[in-house]
């Protein structure tokens, strides 16, 4: 089984994707207002870190996603209860 | 509705739209607001005013960033009325790459949110641009904006266009062009005023519940050239539904709380609603229709959404390119009980506009009806050619006739089969992707060496931004220069979905063309595996 994602590792990942400093990434920070996502946007960040964490993580569930806490949340749940989602 | 036909300018529509409909009518719903008629003419009056204080007048170009708000309405037909050029720039590009195109266009005014504005202002500062700068709301700075009332004795008639020369510039759209070149065009007041005609046939109502005055549910951004297309919803008599934020879980709550009879989407956008787990929380029983444009609706997709929607049973498509104003054909049908839908890419011209349309073969002949070739359109709709752009104008518009690049099937009776979209464009969640523009924006990245980008079919994108990086050496470049490089000057529907490190860019054998259909393959394995 995957280990628990710990928040700073998660934010060098985002900071890969979107091209942000890594100190500039808070949990709070909203997908498509802050990194100017657009709802395909988030799909190809699921992607990444799908394969990066290799942690399924549903497309359903990703459409529900405002913030980069609801992804991590997500992934941990998914970690933890691989059936769940 | 449009009640007179063949009117020559955007100008002469609005102004017989004011005149032959009350007041009170209704026209557009933001977040909980209802905007009626009055509404919107006494804001158009005010932002007319207030431009013409700014010193819009006939060929002047005003340049605007704006999220989806009903401003963009006021402003747009302010400048319109006062003879100015639109230059609308989609929100989401970074302000280094909208001060680039501002200054292109030689923008003198350019408009804005206050929260925006600083950041703009600094940028357009650093590349020394000269355009004044206001704001829709209240003003950072204190001083001019569009939000203040005018004085009471200002009159409008002197300075609103007495009458309006149809090749007046009322427009400028850039557009990915045939080759995947970005280019800009410019649209005049008689093009989007035979866009309204055609644009308001996508919407015309053809099923008894979806009667005069229904609502629909936008998910289109206004700011940018999807404006062209929605003036012609509105003067078709549609009640139109939108908010400032489009992701899925908002639109539908907009839906459910204007209880909306139809929804105006792209395809994509229609994949990202089916996918929300909590559809079913939702009251979707309002929805009669889906309206949709941009892309390719497949019949499958209808069937689809008629199980997430029980009501649903009416479709509508427009197609068209940035070079016709977008859209000249439409097609329309049923969504039956038995969901069996025929087919859903045969698109007729609309009748009235004046467009013509014809399927040529490669050396340029007219072919036969059941033929396949080329579609080149001419008519009102079609723009002069490229700003700027003599050889591509000479390429693409021949006698008056334009050449669409999309291979259709000839069904006589002004009506086509689409069978495939320009070859060289990605088109990704209904916007056009130029892979070359995406491709030498990489390359000037210090570090590396190569690049190639390409569509990648995908159910829910239509085709993802895949990028091809081939690294001076492996520590030259990481993923995180490669986006940040992309998001400081793309669009953010231009940056790559997915980036893959290679050690070369595959080649075909001879002229050492660069090999699409084995990258594409590569990439697809790796959407496969990373979905199994």
């Known amino acids: ?45 699921g992607m990444y870190l799908t394969k990066t964490y290799n942690v399924k993580l549903p497309l359903s569930a990703v459409a529900t996603i405002e913030t980069l806490e609801n992804i991590i949340v997500l992934m941990n749940q998914q970690i933890e209860a691989p059936s769940a989602a | 509705m449009i009640t007179t036909p063949n009117l020559k300018t955007v100008n002469e529509l609005y102004d017989d739209f004011v005149q032959n409909n009350p007041p009170e009518k209704p026209l557009l719903g933001f977040n909980d607001q209802t905007i009626t008629l009055g509404d919107l003419r006494a804001r158009v009056d005010a932002f007319t005013g207030h431009l013409s204080q700014l010193g819009v007048r006939p060929g002047v170009v005003v340049g605007y960033t704006l999220p989806n708000c009903p401003e963009v309405f006021y402003l747009y037909f302010a400048i319109s009325r006062l003879g100015g ?75 609103v266009l007495k009458q309006t020369p149809p090749h007046l510039p009322l427009l400028i759209a850039a557009s990915s062009g045939t080759t995947g070149t970005p280019k800009s065009v ?29 609502s629909t549910a936008m998910a289109f951004p206004l700011s940018t050239a999807a404006m062209i297309v929605v003036s012609g919803v509105m003067f078709g008599g549609v ?44 009251d979707r029983a309002s929805i009669k229709r889906v309206m949709t444009g941009m892309d390719f609706f497949s019949p499958g997709l209808a069937l689809r959404l008629k199980k997430a929607f029980p009501n649903l049973n009416s479709w509508a498509n427009g197609y068209g390119l940035i070079e016709t104003s977008d859209v000249i054909m439409t097609a329309k049908g049923t969504i039956p009980e038995d969901g069996v839908i025929p087919s859903t890419s045969k698109m007729t011209l609309v009748e009235g506009v004046g467009n013509q349309i014809e399927v040529r073969d490669e050396e340029g002949n007219s072919i036969p009806v059941g033929s396949e070739g080329i579609l080149y359109v001419q008519g009102p709709n079609v723009l002069q050619g490229y700003l700027g752009n003599p050889e591509e104008t000479q390429r693409s518009f021949v006698d ?76 030259a470049v990481q993923l995180r220069d490669v986006m940040k490089h992309c998001r400081a000057e793309l669009a953010n529907y231009m940056v790559p979905d997915q980036v893959t490190f290679v050690p070369e860019i595959p080649k075909k054998p001879g002229v050492g063309k660069v090999d699409m259909d084995t990258m594409k393959a590569m990439a697809q394995k790796e959407l496969d595996v990373s979905s199994e």
């Open chain 1, 1 to 45: 089984m995957a280990e628990k994602i710990e928040w700073a590792d998660f934010a060098e990942k985002i900071a890969d994707y979107t091209g942000l400093e890594k100190d500039d990434i808070h949990p709070e920070m909203n997908v498509y207002y802050d990194l100017g996502m657009d709802s395909l946007g988030l799909f190809s960040l």
């Open chain 2, 186 to 214: 410019l649209m005049t007041q008689a093009n989007l005023a035979a866009e309204v005609y055609a644009a308001s046939e996508l919407v015309t109502p053809f099923t008894d519940d979806c009667p005069p005055g229904y």
């Open chain 2, 85 to 159: 050029c639109a230059l609308p720039l989609y929100p989401m590009i970074p302000d280094r790459g909208k001060v680039g195109l501002l200054q292109r266009a030689n923008a003198q005014l350019v408009v804005t949110t206050s929260q925006q504005y600083a950041s703009l202002k600094e940028v357009s500062a650093q590349a020394g641009a000269e355009y004044q700068i206001v704001t829709v709301d209240a003003h950072p700075e204190g001083g001019a904006d569009l939000a203040e009332s005018l004085p009471a004795d200002f009159d409008l008639g002197d300075v």
């Open chain 2, 239 to 282: 009640f139109m539904v939108f908010s400032a934020d489009v992701s899925p879980v908002k639109f539908m709550q907009l839906v459910t709380q204007w209880k909306a009879d139809s929804i105006s989407v792209p395809p994509a956008f229609c994949e990202a609603i089916l996918s929300l787990p909590m559809l079913d929380s939702f």
């Open chain 2, 400 to 475: 008056g006739w334009f050449c669409t690049g999309d291979v259709v099937r000839n069904e006589g009776d002004g009506s086509i089969t689409l069978l495939g979209r320009q070859k060289y464009l990605i088109k990704r969640g209904g916007k056009s992707v130029s892979p070359v523009v995406v491709q030498n924006h990489l390359n000037q990245l210090a570090g590396v060496k190569d690049s190639a980008v390409v569509g990648v079919p995908h159910p829910l994108y239509g085709e993802m931004v895949w990028a091809f990086v081939v690294r001076q050496s492996e520590d």
